[in-house]
């Protein structure tokens, strides 16, 4: 790569793009609730805090650990760990109050043999939300590519055995998950010579560098010049959420409203983008014969998208495996007098997020509102995307939810422009 050429990596975004969301309503009384939203957050995230000062690995020599079965839906279960050879040992005496989630076994545990050979040394780790995809996604994934890197090349990663996190692990490093990753079944013992445990995870743990580490991981820094092999095509990913029996978290549009939203969308993306091919998928996690979308599909499918639009959902967070740069761009090498207006001219091309939020005038939506139901929020500041948001119409809550055409039609010229 030339000097003057511009490398687009997770670094240079995150520390010298804009990476404040915009807001685009017509009511003046959301604009300052939601400015102080966005600064508050993007200042927590801005503050640098070291991973090795975060970190907290509590170490448990000739370790006996499993993971109970939660009995509350997608909550984590129970972390239960002892030393084996002192029967005095207690996780729960540690002064460090960040094991909280690692107990001591009760008597019919403690009396439980180990299944097989010991590993040598373990890290363990466990989060909540198991078996949710959006969650596993930015709640746990950040994490196991951190750990990826600190953990030394004979160590062995522990954590709950899932078929979903299996999946997404396949697509995501299959070689990693393959040699380097112990899925645990709930109520299983395992037993190895060391255990480095995780503490309880969270805030300040989902924070830019976590972010800027799975972006790395998942999307390999690559310069801006890539001859295209083919006509290109800008790619636009609207995320229905029609009621369908795998979303389990309401929230449903109404399908005559959705289609208005349809409508509009086209409409905008075809004035906008002349003289580009376009293409408006609609994802809803099944392909269209009605089956499921493989994890693998479904990252490829946002791997080659310039823009995504949609209700706030597990779906939107997709938004992980997008590109740096949109695909339709006919790439040039960055030959600019200077590295700054190179860099300016790669902010620019990031993909674009369009997502419909809670904010104060649709409190009902969900918990967590207003403005707090974003993945820009959970992913520490989407620096890689350029990210919009509309919000919810007053006449949403938790079962369906509207927007306005108006606001959606001036989100959509800025989206597109």
């Known amino acids: 790569m030339g000097p ?26 959301e604009r300052k609730p939601y400015s102080d939203f966005v600064t508050k957050a993007s200042w927590r995230y801005a ?17 006996r650990l499993l993971f109970r079965h939660p009995h509350y ?13 002192d029967a005095h040992y207690s996780v729960v005496n540690t002064s460090r109050l960040e094991y909280r989630r690692w107990l001591d076994p009760n008597a019919r545990e403690r009396k439980m043999q180990c299944p097989g050979p010991s590993l040598g040394l373990a890290y363990a780790f466990s989060s909540w939300f198991v078996g949710n995809f959006g969650h596993f996604l930015h709640d746990h994934l950040p994490i196991i590519a951190w750990l990826r890197e600190v953990m030394p090349t004979e160590a062995t990663l522990v954590i709950v055995k899932h078929e979903l996190h299996e999946q997404i692990m396949q697509t995501v490093d299959a070689s990693f998950s393959a040699k380097r990753i112990r899925w645990l079944k709930y109520n299983t013992l ?29 999307r390999p820094d690559l310069p801006i010049a890539q001859m295209p092999t083919s006509e290109p095509e800008a790619l636009v990913i ?5 009621q369908t029996p795998t979303i389990r978290h309401g929230r449903f549009m109404v399908p005559e409203h959705e289609e208005a939203v349809l409508a509009l969308i086209r409409s905008k993306m075809n004035s906008a983008l002349k003289g580009v091919r376009t293409r408006l998928e609609i994802y809803n996690g099944h392909r269209r ?6 994890i693998a599909e479904q990252a490829a499918l946002f791997k080659s998208a310039s823009y995504v639009i949609g209700p706030h959902g597990s779906g939107m967070a997709n938004v992980v495996w997008l590109p740096n740069a949109k695909p339709h761009l006919r790439p040039q090498l960055q030959t600019a007098n200077t590295r700054a207006s190179g860099l300016m001219q790669s902010c620019q091309q990031r993909p674009g997020v369009l997502e419909f939020t809670c904010g104060m005038r649709s409190l009902s ?53």
């Not at 990596?9 to 995150?14: F, H, P, Q, T, W």
Request: charged share 15%; aromatic share 14%; hydrophobic share 40%.
């Open 190 to 218: 395992l037993c190895t010579g060391e255990a480095r445990l995780l503490g309880t995870i969270g805030p300040p743990w989902n924070d830019q560098e976590l972010s800027r580490r799975l972006r790395s991981w998942i």
């Open 47 to 63: 503050r640098q805090y070291p991973l090795k000062k975060q970190s907290s690995l509590l170490s448990v020599l000739n370790a």
């Open 238 to 242: 609207y995320y229905s959420r029609l």
């Open 73 to 85: 839906g997608y909550l984590g279960g129970e972390n239960i760990v002892w030393n084996s050879s």
């Open 4 to 29: 003057n050429q511009v490398q687009l990596n997770s670094k240079r975004l995150a520390h010298s793009c804009n990476c404040s969301p915009t807001l685009y309503t017509f009511d003046s009384s």
């Open 365 to 417: 939506v969900q918990t967590q509102c207003p403005f707090g139901k974003t993945y820009w929020f959970f992913f520490a500041v989407v620096f890689w995307a350029e990210y919009h948001h509309i919000l919810f119409a007053p006449n949403s809550s938790s079962l369906a939810t509207w927007v306005r055409m108006d606001e959606l039609a001036l989100a959509l010229d800025h989206l597109f422009r």
């Open 289 to 294: 014969d009605g089956s499921s979308m493989p």
